[in-house]
């Protein structure tokens, strides 16, 4: 049985999905089962990383467990519960932005998810990292605008990333989940290629069919905008892991291919698929 942990947001529904193909036991852990719309044959479970009277159920016969956490959640309780209940593997999503052997992780998102993998490290359960930066869902971000028009307003144009779609994370949690060969690994993520904001509103203009385009306004006032409703920490992190981007293609690894045997989908097929979430 396997459990997976934010089973109804990006990452962790396309992996419950990709898991019942294969027709392995799944539970989905979430706080509101009633809305949660998985597929058939998923195993729903009511539950909350934030109140251990419910992780007993939740872990019962549970053999490995996928973390996929909201930013910030405190999971070291549910962690000790997993590895007290006899859990045998543990997978991570964790982030790109976390700095192996630095005393001080260089801000709050590497240092949230560098927490979280050390947590994960005392259990003594065997486990996996898979590391992200940019997941193309982000680009979801620029569903507002393009209800004004065809130009997207943000900071770096020349940032690049090598957007990787949910499903690849899916399809690479999947084999390291079910197959052997992973444990103590850190596996950095990517998808298909390096592109640059200007270039990735483009790809998905030719997708929705609309001639977008990618216009660059200063940082400060949007770091300001964003962190009067978010953690301004956060915001920092986030642009500054932007910032450091510009102009520098966006490293790119095997691991996707190396782990599913197929290549990582491309930006241009995630913006086709998702073209209904931008209508
Ligand atoms: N976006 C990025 O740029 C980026 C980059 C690197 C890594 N990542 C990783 O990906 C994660 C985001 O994944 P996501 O977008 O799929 O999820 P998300 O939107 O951040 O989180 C929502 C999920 O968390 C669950 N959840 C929230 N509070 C919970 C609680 N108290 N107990 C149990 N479950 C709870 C929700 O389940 P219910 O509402 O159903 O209970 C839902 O499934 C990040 O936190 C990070 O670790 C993201």
Do not use: C
Request: aromatic residues 8%.
């Amino acid at each position: 049985m396997i459990l997976v942990i934010g089973a109804t947001a990006y990452f962790g529904r396309q992996t419950v999905e990709a898991l019942r193909r294969e027709g392995h036991q799944v539970r989905a852990l979430t706080r509101t089962p009633e809305k949660a719309g998985l597929p058939e044959g998923v195993e729903v479970v009511q539950g909350d990383l934030a109140k251990p009277a419910t992780f007993a159920a939740a872990l019962d016969g549970v053999t490995a467990v996928f973390l996929v956490l909201p930013y910030g959640l405190d999971a070291t309780a549910f962690l000790e519960a997993a590895a007290k209940a006899g859990v045998g593997r543990i997978v991570f999503l964790s982030s790109g932005a976390v700095v192996d052997g630095a005393d001080r992780q260089p801000d709050v998102i590497a240092a949230y998810h560098a927490g979280v993998e050390r947590a994960i490290a005392a259990t003594g359960v065997p486990a996996t990292i898979l590391r992200i930066m940019f997941p193309a869902i982000n680009s979801l971000a620029f569903g507002m605008q393009l209800q004004g028009g065809e130009v997207i307003r943000g900071a770096y144009a020349d940032a690049a990333f090598s957007m990787i779609h949910e499903k690849d994370v899916a399809d690479v949690a999947v084999r390291v989940l079910v197959d052997g060969g992973h444990q103590g690994r850190v596996y950095e993520l990517t998808g298909a290629a390096s592109l640059t904001q200007t270039e990735q509103v483009r790809v998905l203009g030719e997708a929705l069919g609309r001639p977008l385009r990618f216009e660059e306004i200063p940082d400060g006032p949007l770091r300001e905008q964003m962190g009067a409703f978010m953690d301004p920490d956060f915001v920092n992190a986030l642009f500054d892991l932007m910032a450091a981007t510009v102009g520098k293609p966006a490293p790119g690894t095997s691991v996707v291919a190396d782990l599913t045997g197929h290549a990582p989908r491309t930006y241009a097929e995630w913006a086709a698929e998702h073209a209904g979430d931008f209508a």
